[in-house]
């Protein structure tokens, strides 16, 4: 169901924030066929937003530039609903009592991107409702139900710059990773995930090289700039479309240029939010067709408390 306010008119709002992948190294595969994986990650702060109300009786709407195309599928597979009902559930089951509740949805990320639009809606259903049901869940049991949500979910529950290992579920939080004036572009091309995967020539490659080092924002470049994305020349050759708009941001100015997750989404990383916000603007002229956003990411903890 679509329209019925914006997030901003709850008693609760969330921001779902897209999730980055700086770096994806594919280091092997499991006997159950997920692969493993090393991910440097970042979350943007452009993203969805969500909002929360107690109501008579359970509501889902939705708004936003992309939300015709989720609106299609909001049932079964909608990952919202889905966390909603498994957050109720863990609550009824330790004893809690739950009210209905209305749920809107401002969509303003691409479906099926790269960017974690899905993952980090339902990340940000547990930690809305845990706040309006006043949930006293402890934090183990409510990212234990992230896990059941898909392998990104727990990534996405604590949306600061981290390391994932395994298929998603090893997180290790980088207190003093620094903020980056980015762009994402997406030619609005589906790219199916299994296919990327199926595409990858070797399955075996080397983890991520990562040492800690102080809040440099070039040296983490440098280091960023050294690692990759295994998953790109495969997603490449499905959807030729990504290495234009790779081109687009390279002209645009941008210093280091990458496809995240299993795209199509690519971004690049700018000097300033000025130089990215006009490269967003000049690239959106030249294909008003495609996503372009200008934003910044969300820096360490260390360095959003200093």
């Known amino acids: 169901m679509t329209g019925s306010g914006t997030a901003g008119d709850f008693d609760v709002r969330e921001d779902a924030r897209a999730k980055i992948n700086l ?8 006997s159950d066929g997920y692969h493993l994986l090393d991910m440097l990650v970042t979350f943007a702060g452009h993203g969805d937003r969500l909002g929360f109300s107690s109501a008579s009786e359970d509501r889902f709407t939705l708004d936003g530039r992309f939300a015709d195309q989720l609106s299609q599928d909001a049932g079964g597979d909608n990952l919202v609903l889905k966390a909603r009902d498994l957050l109720r559930q863990a609550i009824i089951e330790t004893g809690g009592e739950v009210r209905p509740v209305h749920i809107h949805l401002e969509k303003n990320l691409p479906i099926a ?6 993952s980090a809606d339902a990340a940000a259903t547990l930690r809305g409702l845990s ?3 006043n949930t006293e869940l402890p934090d183990d049991a409510l990212s234990a139900l992230a896990v059941r949500l898909g392998a990104d979910v727990p990534m996405c529950l604590v949306s600061r710059p981290l390391v994932a290992r395994g298929i998603g579920e090893e997180v290790e939080l980088l207190a003093d990773f620094p903020s980056f004036a980015m762009v994402l572009a997406n030619p609005l091309v589906g790219v199916s995930t299994p296919s990327v995967f199926r595409g990858l ?3 075996d490659n080397p983890p991520l090289a990562i040492h800690p080092r102080p809040h440099d924002i070039r040296q983490w470049t440098e280091t960023i700039r ?15 479309e990504i290495a234009i708009v790779s081109t687009m941001l390279a002209e645009a100015g941008a210093g280091l240029v990458r496809m995240s997750g299993s795209g199509a ?3 690049g990383l700018f000097e300033t939010p000025q130089s990215a916000a006009r490269a967003a603007d000049l690239m959106r002229k030249e294909r008003p067709d495609w996503y ?7 820096p360490g903890e260390a360095s959003w408390q200093a």
Do not use: M, Q
């Not at 770096?23 to 499991?30: C, E, F």
């Not at 020349?233 to 959807?239: C, N, Y």
């Not at 372009?292 to 969300?298: N, S």
């Open 265 to 267: 989404t690519c971004f």
């Open 131 to 133: 706040h309006l049901w």
């Open 201 to 203: 020539v070797k399955r």
């Open 226 to 240: 050294s690692l990759r994305n295994d998953l790109e020349p495969p997603a490449r050759l499905i959807a030729g």
């Open 292 to 298: 372009f956003e200008a934003t910044e990411t969300t």
């Open 23 to 30: 770096a994806l190294h594919v280091t092997g595969r499991r």
């Open 113 to 118: 991107s790269g960017i974690g639009g899905g």
